[in-house]
Nanobody, 120 residues
Framework: VQLQASGGGLVPAGGSLRLSCEASGRFFRINNMGWYRQAPGKQRELVATITGGGSTNYANSVKGRFTVSRDNAENTVYLQMNSLKSEDTAVYYC???????????????WGQGTQVTVSS
């Protein structure tokens, strides 16, 4: 199983970016999907998550600016980021809880990270 993230880049403050992350490989089901980020010198933190049924959860710092969504048919999670601020600069990682065997447990998988840089 692999998660492939894309869509990062350099954007001015107030701009927008859309991140994508597609899961590939052999698996039965994807449960929660989401995005985390890690800024230089800081710990990785949750940005947003979405369940298989579409329920979402956001960090307070991004509420009202970021939107997480998923396409279950394409095994893809998205993060639409609007009104970007310099403090949003970080490496963004996608995450998914994936069930690969039945019976079995869903395990966490991580994408490779994509850099988002917001210039002030």
């Amino acid at each position: 199983v692999q998660l492939q993230a894309s869509g990062g880049g350099l954007v001015p403050a107030g701009g927008s970016l859309r991140l994508s992350c597609e899961a590939s490989g052999r698996f039965f089901r994807i449960n929660n999907m989401g995005w985390y980020r890690q800024a230089p010198g800081k710990q990785r933190e949750l940005v947003a998550t979405i369940t298989g049924g579409g329920s979402t959860n956001y960090a307070n710092s991004v509420k009202g600016r970021f939107t997480v969504s998923r396409d279950n048919a394409e095994n893809t999670v998205y993060l639409q980021m609007n009104s970007l601020k310099s403090e949003d600069t970080a490496v963004y990682y996608c995450n998914a809880a994936i069930l690969t065997t039945i019976p079995g447990m869903a395990y966490d998988y991580w994408g490779q990270g994509t850099q988002v840089t917001v210039s002030s």
